[in-house]
């Protein structure tokens, strides 16, 4: 077995680490303090070309592999993670659908744009009443002549605000309220527009909304996939999300092991730095060792889903590990930092803050504990492999 990232990939990762050294950490407390993100930012994430990283060339993106894109969202979070569910979520949950169920006329007409960031996308699957029991959802889109018509309300929308973009699940048989749909919803759609606005705990500067839908008329050509097939994408969309939520736990417990590492080296206490006393240096060898299996899962998934192989539980066990250990492990930064971890003078509890979302979006743990469960229990040659 080989581990090691291609020379390709070197140079990508030095390239994302000085950019997000230079561009995206200095603000990031800002944005968190503001509860947004500064004038520009889009622009400059733009430049790097990191909103269609594994998009195909014909379709305006990089053209490049899964395993890089999780790990520019490794490196983006490691800088702010908020900036790294901005573009994990535009890319797993907005541009993945369209790419791979798409017709090639919503290709062409959405990727390369999508590609470049002019627009940015959004996912918006969850409601007020069904949150894990995507299947009791009740926002309905009725066909008439002139198109769907959709009312309901979705909720906790990443980049509700931003999006231009939104792939939408809505029930289309009122007979069968698990036959869903799937939809590209254009952001200037009458009839739409973005409720409330969440105040939350973390990730301040993403953006979690409401989208109301009152009448609004989507056209026929609006349908992404087949018809009553709604479920089955969103799952599916929702097996590559979780690579990239994965990717943005590991990118946390990166900044909190480095900034561990160096306030261990510099705090001094009974005059020496308490990085040599066992009980700190035993926390950052935990840290470390967590780190490396989180990424480890991490990056096996993403290869299974670069190579066309199946991956869902794969990217279960990487999201439950990955995201439970990084607030496990940020939580032990702040206690690293003693009381001044706690103030935010220091950049720990933001991180702290930021990590534990990563255990409820996407699939909470208990979501992907039934998923590796129920792989386990019907597929005996999966649970005897490595």
């Given at each position: 077995?080989?581990?090691?990232?291609?020379?390709?990939?070197?140079?990508?990762?030095?390239?994302?680490?000085?950019?997000?050294?230079?561009?995206?950490?200095?603000?990031?407390?800002?944005?968190?303090?503001?509860?947004?993100?500064?004038?520009?930012?889009?622009?400059?994430?733009?430049?790097?070309?990191?909103?269609?990283?594994?998009?195909?060339?014909?379709?305006?993106?990089?053209?490049?592999?899964?395993?890089?894109?999780?790990?520019?969202?490794?490196?983006?979070?490691?800088?702010?993670?908020?900036?790294?569910?901005?573009?994990?979520?535009?890319?797993?949950?907005?541009?993945?659908?369209?790419?791979?169920?798409?017709?090639?006329?919503?290709?062409?007409?959405?990727?390369?744009?999508?590609?470049?960031?002019?627009?940015?996308?959004?996912?918006?699957?969850t409601e007020p009443g069904s949150g894990s029991d995507a299947g009791a959802a009740r926002c309905m889109a009725v066909l008439e002549d002139?198109?769907?018509?959709?009312?309901?309300?979705?909720?906790?929308?990443?980049?509700?605000?931003?999006?231009?973009?939104?792939?939408?699940?809505?029930?289309?048989?009122?007979?069968?309220?698990?036959?869903?749909?799937?939809?590209?919803?254009?952001?200037?759609?009458?009839?739409?527009?973005?409720?409330?606005?969440?105040?939350?705990?973390?990730?301040?500067?993403?953006?979690?909304?409401?989208?109301?839908?009152?009448?609004?008329?989507?056209?026929?050509?609006?349908?992404?996939?087949?018809?009553?097939?709604?479920?089955?994408?969103?799952?599916?969309?929702?097996?590559?999300?979780?690579?990239?939520?994965?990717?943005?736990?590991?990118?946390?417990?990166?900044?909190?092991?480095?900034?561990?590492?160096?306030?261990?080296?510099?705090?001094?206490?009974?005059?020496?730095?308490?990085?040599?006393?066992?009980?700190?240096?035993?926390?950052?060898?935990?840290?470390?060792?967590?780190?490396?299996?989180?990424?480890?899962?991490?990056?096996?998934?993403?290869?299974?889903?670069?190579?066309?192989?199946?991956?869902?539980?794969?990217?279960?066990?990487?999201?439950?590990?990955?995201?439970?250990?990084?607030?496990?492990?940020?939580?032990?930064?702040?206690?690293?930092?003693?009381?001044?971890?706690?103030?935010?003078?220091?950049?720990?509890?933001?991180?702290?803050?930021?990590?534990?979302?990563?255990?409820?979006?996407?699939?909470?743990?208990?979501?992907?504990?039934?998923?590796?469960?129920?792989?386990?229990?019907?597929?005996?040659?999966?649970?005897?492999?490595?």
């Amino acid at each position: 077995m080989d581990f090691r990232l291609s020379d390709d990939q070197r140079q990508l990762q030095q390239a994302l680490r000085d950019f997000c050294d230079n561009e995206i950490a200095p603000h990031a407390a800002d944005r968190d303090a503001n509860g947004r993100f500064e004038e520009g930012l889009v622009e400059k994430l733009s430049e790097m070309g990191l909103f269609g990283l594994y998009v195909p060339e014909q379709y305006g993106g990089a053209g490049l592999d899964v395993v890089s894109y999780v790990m520019m969202v490794d490196e983006l979070s490691r800088a702010c993670g908020a900036t790294g569910i901005l573009v994990s979520a535009h890319h797993s949950l907005c541009v993945d659908p369209i790419l791979k169920f798409g017709n090639e006329t919503q290709k062409q007409h959405y990727l390369p744009k999508l590609s470049t960031g002019e627009w940015i996308g959004c996912f918006s699957l969850t409601e007020p009443g069904s949150g894990s029991d995507a299947g009791a959802a009740r926002c309905m889109a009725v066909l008439e002549d002139g198109g769907w018509r959709v009312n309901g309300t979705k909720c906790f929308v990443t980049n509700g605000n931003e999006a231009s973009v939104i792939v939408l699940f809505a029930v289309t048989d009122p007979d069968d309220k698990r036959r869903m749909s799937a939809f590209i919803v254009d952001r200037d759609t009458p009839g739409l527009r973005v409720g409330k606005v969440e105040k939350k705990m973390g990730i301040k500067a993403s953006s979690t909304t409401e989208l109301v839908f009152e009448d609004a008329l989507l056209p026929k050509e609006a349908l992404l996939g087949e018809r009553g097939k709604g479920l089955n994408i969103a799952l599916a969309t929702l097996d590559g999300g979780r690579l990239g939520v994965s990717a943005q736990a590991t990118g946390i417990c990166q900044a909190a092991l480095d900034a561990s590492v160096s306030y261990a080296n510099t705090r001094v206490q009974f005059n020496r730095p308490i990085a040599n006393f066992q009980a700190i240096q035993w926390k950052l060898a935990d840290i470390k060792t967590s780190l490396d299996a989180a990424r480890l899962l991490l990056y096996r998934g993403a290869w299974l889903k670069q190579n066309n192989r199946a991956f869902g539980p794969e990217a279960a066990m990487a999201k439950l590990f990955a995201s439970e250990m990084s607030s496990r492990v940020t939580t032990m930064a702040v206690q690293v930092y003693g009381g001044y971890g706690y103030c935010q003078d220091y950049p720990v509890e933001r991180y702290m803050r930021d990590a534990k979302i990563t255990e409820l979006y996407e699939g909470t743990s208990e979501i992907q504990r039934l998923v590796i469960a129920r792989k386990l229990l019907t597929d005996p040659a999966w649970a005897a492999r490595p």
